[in-house]
């Protein structure tokens, strides 16, 4: 068996073969890692694209946290304005049902209005609860039933509805009804909107 000759380098060669080659660099690496969610991103990218959490930039950082607390500045502002407008539906719920007992004197449909009473009574106040899970669906559906038991009232009695202390009352408190649960639909579709928002980024 033959035996092989150790290789001897030669440094002078390879001395004057490094002068004239180009130098090789390390390897960029072609993308980085997200540290929220270890998706992986082109390095040209500043903010994820999966979770739009910042990369490595620290001004990206810097911004990503003021729009989150800006975020959640408008989102707790949008949550008062639906929690307002459910309070509404809790008063309305009771006053139906605290109208009730008024209505047992002498009038002669004295037992239908108090039935009715108790069904409107019991929708504000499912809508209230609903308004917990789903407030921008509860809210539009509140919004419509008073805006036609408002437009009812006006219409049905036209000719008093503007003339007398009880109509020009009436329809006061509708405005100010309608004002409030248009705010909370408002809210309710903001903080629908920035907590989806917040769940992607």
């Known amino acids: 068996m033959e035996q092989k000759e150790p290789q001897v380098f030669n440094f002078k060669k390879i001395h004057s073969l490094q002068n004239i080659a180009p ?11 997200c540290s ?15 979770c739009g959490h910042p990369l490595k930039d620290e001004a990206a950082n810097i911004l990503y946290h003021v729009r989150t607390k800006q975020r959640k500045e408008l989102l707790k502002k949008s949550e008062q304005s639906v929690q307002t407008a459910r ?14 007992a008024f209505l047992f004197g002498e009038l002669e449909n004295r037992f239908l209005l108090a039935f009715v ?22 809210m539009i559906a509140a919004f419509v039933i008073i805006l036609t038991f408002s437009t009812i009232g006006v219409f049905g009695e036209f000719t008093h509805a503007f003339t007398t ?7 006061a ?29």
């Open 36 to 50: 929220r969610c270890r998706y992986i991103n082109s390095t040209e990218y500043i903010f994820c694209t999966n």
């Open 87 to 100: 309070v509404i539906l809790y008063i309305l719920s009771g006053f139906f049902l605290v109208g009730i």
């Open 23 to 33: 130098l090789l660099r390390a390897a960029v690496a072609k993308n980085c890692i």
């Open 173 to 201: 408190v509708s405005m100010v009804l309608i004002y409030f649960l248009l705010r909370g639909i408002q809210g309710a579709y903001k903080s629908d909107l920035i907590k989806e928002e917040m769940e992607i980024y």
């Open 165 to 171: 202390v009880q109509g020009v009352y009436s329809i």
């Open 117 to 138: 009473f108790i069904a409107v009574s019991a929708l504000f106040l499912v809508l209230a609860r609903w308004s917990l899970s789903k407030p921008f669906t509860a």
